[in-house]
Nanobody
Framework: QLVESGGGLVQPGGSLRLSCVVS????????IAWFRQAPGKERELVAR???????DYSDSVQGRFTISRDNAKKEVYLQMNNLKPEDTAVYYC?????????WGQGTQVTVTS
């Protein structure tokens, strides 16, 4: 099970830190990603950290967002800085290992003045 938290309402230029807490399985061998879905749009990859610590970011968040993981605590984080209105979306945590894919329920992030 994955449970996200940390979403909320923030002004442009502000920051938020999302957390994803894992339960029921070990995080060690999973690739973990944050996706987001804005109203009327498809779900898109935001950032991914693989089991070997390799990082991937979408072009739209590169340099502003940072993904990290703590396998011992079974938690994954997404630090979001310099937020823009176009970052408004529901953010989902996703864990993948071979054919197994687990999703959280999502947390809303709204960026508005």
């Amino acid at each position: 099970q994955l449970v996200e938290s940390g979403g909320g309402l923030v002004q442009p230029g502000g920051s938020l830190r999302l957390s994803c807490v894992v339960s029921g399985f070990s995080l060690d061998y999973y690739a973990i990603a944050w996706f987001r879905q804005a109203p009327g749009k498809e779900r898109e990859l935001v950032a991914r950290v693989r089991a070997n610590q390799r990082l991937d970011y979408s072009d739209s968040v590169q340099g502003r967002f940072t993904i990290s993981r703590d396998n011992a605590k079974k938690e994954v984080y997404l630090q979001m800085n310099n937020l823009k209105p176009e970052d408004t979306a529901v953010y989902y945590c996703n864990a993948v290992l071979e054919t197994r894919s687990i999703w959280g329920q999502g947390t809303q992030v709204t960026v508005t003045s």
